[in-house]
């Protein structure tokens, strides 16, 4: 009796074991805490159903989504099996081994013509033009605006506006326009503001927004091909967009010292602010009465153009990457084929993904599918990334360093504070051996 | 107290009363702030002025315990009309259930609650229990060294935990620790044992030797004395050092969250993360805190009459 | 100290033969800690001191050099980390007197009898048994002009507390005052009521005043344990993380251990960050044993 249970048990056992291996794998994404993870949650799910790999999204807090998968990479763990990870990481996940070469099956799938250019780019290759890819675009994200409709359309505002700039009130098109609106809205004693931007700097959120004025002012961070960096991301265009910047911190509602998409979102829903600077990625909640009492006069906009008509903005966005450690790739390389067909592009973005397709995008079910999504294509094709260098979050650091005391501190000047990031972007640089001489 | 005799005195007591009554409303002020947004409605929980009289909710609750996302458009009437009252609950919030396979999918919180309570407890006991037996050992034998080796099990409290963090998270990948209760365990142990030792050996040296004399010449073996003499009149100071330790481990944040995934992670790195996307969600997060520390206080409360003495007893040499 | 140190028993005693001897009881006592403590705390310190001399980064995938005492000399020569320490020390002088004051002077009111004496004590332990990374963040709530209370009842108008980088350091540190004095508390009160009654009425025979009754009675007898919550709670200062890297981002509020941070985790400056850790080490130790001493001398008395 004993017997036959033990022979029935390991039976059991061993085809427990037997169909567990030619089943199918389990897969884990990793990814930053917030809803589009959810929906992908959701994607994967249907995945699932159709392959048997089951597949799950784990994520963690923004604020430590750097330093958890840094920190899982340099210790050569196979935790995760893909990493939706953010575009400046690429430099350091191509060179450092994190990422696996998927170069041929971009060639392969011809993924250069399905996504949008500008994911391409930054989200898949490195070196940029080496025709090396190491991620496949996933969620698409750039700097845009939202701003208070009703605020902009009272006859009474308008009337002043007009009697007090000479022009109509309308969407900002340029940096100068935006400031005066954000001066005009300016209003401590009726608690109504200008403007709300970010200027949290423990991460990037900060740096996109700096960023996205002073590549429309013309200016840039440096040369990403030779790291020339002085002259660059110290020129008179860069450090007028930084001006501009500190200029707009002067019109944001009090306590501004360490704002993200949350507090910049809470702007609008809580009437603070005439004008408010996110990701568009954060702009679901500002159109559902639920959650924004005021959705039905939000509206939005891109990022506006700088003095000599230039018009750029921050991306956001990332692309997946097979982590090199992970002993699933082959699965993992199998869902990448099922994620980029045009079916499941599409599904994704109808789940609220931020799709990187170009056909999808294009559509106008996408376009008009939210208020929003149309202000979205358009700045898809006007974005511009930070650095994507190894060295990537020291760069990020120094340029917080100098930044943060300009604009919030009011410490020294623009130029001080562009020139001290010259100069400690030089001798990183120069520290990494990247300069050739 | 004994001496309240004379009536400038007595005016003195009824004030230092008020004092207390008046610090007693402005340190409980933030947590009393915390515990009514966890039952307020979103909307009301960041205004100017404060809402402080309010029709409660639950919902702040029920949002802890499921998974959800943000919406863009509001729900279709027949799906709202088909879902239970909770679900509809998460809807007016402007949100949706998420569902896998047709079930309604849990938060992490019920998980990440369970590791803290597992991961609490069990380091928790074995800190006490480590620290006791250490003590005794210090404070009833002779040992050469002995003021060293005390002062070294101190000073392992001195480091800033950030100075083991990267040996210890290389270390962990490579046995296999990461992402285990075991590992969290080892560590807030590792944490606690130095200040639970230092605790238990004052309160140790307070307990007179005599009783135990006493007991060997009634024939007790050396362990039988330390179990059924020394360690009941210890307990004071051993529900003392287990509400420090207790409150340590529940609460730690850096290292729960660079050393577990969704294994084994506990709920202080969780809570913060409910911030949601977009928009945050204040009154879920008090929730999740208010709960969170529901277990702390109650554990607190129950030996309150211990930490006093405990603390007395310990450290206090007469 | 060796008052409670039991004789030897006789090895021939009955009492002696009974169980394991007093040898084996103290060793299997007292090795398995030691050893627990070399393993988890001490190993991984030594790890990290051959760190600190190489420029290994486990960032990458370089062969790692010795660099002998190059990283402490970087370090030691950096201005930033000079005021990276200069705030710190202003953070733990500013948070740790705060917290005695506020603590020891809670415990002087709480030490009488009165209803609800027990209930009212656990209360105001509440805040100490919060997760600080939680405190941080609703802290940062309460501080906001815009939508937080703390300034709507004071009557502050738009003052921004964590935005003015001449008040963050100070906000972050009444944050921190308020989660700790109650441990303060605690200790002052265990203290309190453990002063011996004849004195006080020793004291009310010979008239004395209430100063002097306070200055030569009670403050003595409680020196010892507030030393000890002085030592411990200086300790947790010196290593704040949480509530500050949460509540602040702002230059002026960068205490060393954020600074630790950001070069071990953000940077992966491994072998520097481990010789920044060491000197921190070697600060914090050297406080507490200018402490241990004082509280010995205090013993003493």
Known sequence: MKRKTLVALMAGAAFALGSWAAKAEDLTIFWAE??????????????????????????TPWADFQTKTFAEFNAKGDAYDMVVGDSQWLGAGATQGHYVDLTDFFNKHKLNDVMAPATVKYYAEYPGGSGKYWAIPLEGDAIGWAYRKDWFEDPKEKEAFKAKYGRDLAVPQTYAELRDIAEFFYRPDEKKYGVAIYTDNSYDAMAMGVESAIFSYGGDLGDYATYKVDGIVNSKESVAGLEMYKELYKFTPPGWGKTFFIEDNQAVTENLAAMSMNFFAFFPPLVNKATNPNADVTGFFANPAGPDGKRFAALGGQGISIVAYSKKQ???????????????????????????????????????????????????????????????????????????????????????????????????????????? | MAVVSSPRKAVFNRLAIVGVLIATIVFLAPIYWIASTAFKPRELATTVPPTVFFTPEITPFIKLFVKRVQMTKPVDKATYDAAPWWEQRIYDGGERVLRTGGAVQLSAYPDRFMNSLIVAVISTILAVGFGTFTAYGFSRFKMAGEADLLFFILSTRMLPPIVVAIPMFLMYRAVGLNDTHVGLIILYVAFNLSFSVWLMKGFMDEIPKEYEEAALVDGYS?????????????????????????????????????????????????????LGSGLPDWTTIAAGTVLFLLPVAIFTFVLRKHLLRGVTFGAIRK | MATAVMNRLDPRSRAAARGWSDLTIRNVFIIPTIVFLIVFNIFPLIYSLGYSFTDFSAASNEPVQFVGLQNYRDLLTDENIWSNFVITAKYVIVSVAGQMLVGFGLALLLNRSFAFKGLVTTLLLLPMMMSAAVVGLFWRLLYSPSWGPINYIFGLGDFAWLSDPDTALYAVAITDIWMWAPFVMLLSLAGLSAVPKHLYEAAAIDRAGSWYTFTRITLPLVSPLLMIALIFRTMEAFKTFDIAYIMSTQPTTELISIRLYKQAFQQWDTGKSCALAYIVLIMVLAITNMYVKYLNRAKER
């Not at chain 1, 079916?343 to 106008?364: I, M």
């Not at chain 2, 529940?250 to 709920?267: D, G, K, P």
Request: charged share 20%.
């Open chain 1, 34 to 59: 917030w809803d589009p993870a959810n929906y992908l949650q959701e994607l994967v799910n249907q995945y699932a159903e159709e392959s048997g790999d089951t597949i799950t999204v784990q994520t």
């Open chain 1, 330 to 437: 082959e699965a993992a390389m199998k869902f990448l084929e099922w994620f980029i067909k045009d079916d499941t592009q599409k599904k994704w973005a109808e789940l609220g993904g931020y799709t990187c397709s170009q056909a999808v995008l294009k559509s106008p079910e996408f376009q008009n599918a939210t208020p929003y999504n149309k202000a979205f294509y358009d700045t898809m094709f006007m974005v511009k990334d930070f650095w994507a260098t190894p060295e990537y979050a020291e760069i990020l650091d120094q340029f917080n360093q100098h930044i943060y005391p300009f604009v919030v501190g009011g410490k020294g000047t623009a130029q001080e504070a562009l020139d001290a990031v010259a100069k400690e972007w030089t001798a990183t640089f120069t520290k990494y051996k990247r300069y050739k001489s």
């Open chain 2, 222 to 274: 050396r362990m039988q004395a330390f179990f059924k003499i020394v360690l009941p009149e210890a307990a004071t100071g051993i529900a003392a050092t287990a509400v420090f330790c207790f409150i340590t481990a529940w609460n730690e944040y850096a290292f729960a969250l660079m050393l577990t995934n969704r294994r084994a992670q506990t709920a202080p790195p969780f809570i913060p993360s409910q």
